[in-house]
């Protein structure tokens, strides 16, 4: 599974790591990435998506099909 949201677009970022003797060394900063399931009335059909937790949110918000929108005017395949 690759680490970004279909939805935000949302990616891994890189920082440092600082030890106590303040020593910097390289590290990751993933997002919370989750797999769902969504109904989709108005295509009939159910879709997988991959989603940050902000992104899971949002579709609470605003819906499957402004969301699906939304991700077809990123260039997201749907």
């Not at 440092?16 to 059909?45: A, L």
């Not at 902000?54 to 077809?72: E, P, Q, S």
């Amino acid at each position: 599974m690759s680490a970004h949201c279909q939805l935000t677009g949302v990616a891994p970022v890189f920082g440092n790591r600082i030890s106590h003797s303040h020593r910097r060394t390289r590290r990751r900063f993933d997002p919370n990435i989750q797999s769902r399931r969504y109904w989709v009335p108005t295509e009939g059909r159910s879709v997988r998506l991959t989603l940050s937790a902000r992104g899971i949110k949002t579709i609470d918000r605003i819906g499957i099909d402004a969301a699906m929108a939304r991700m077809r005017a990123r260039g997201e395949r749907v």
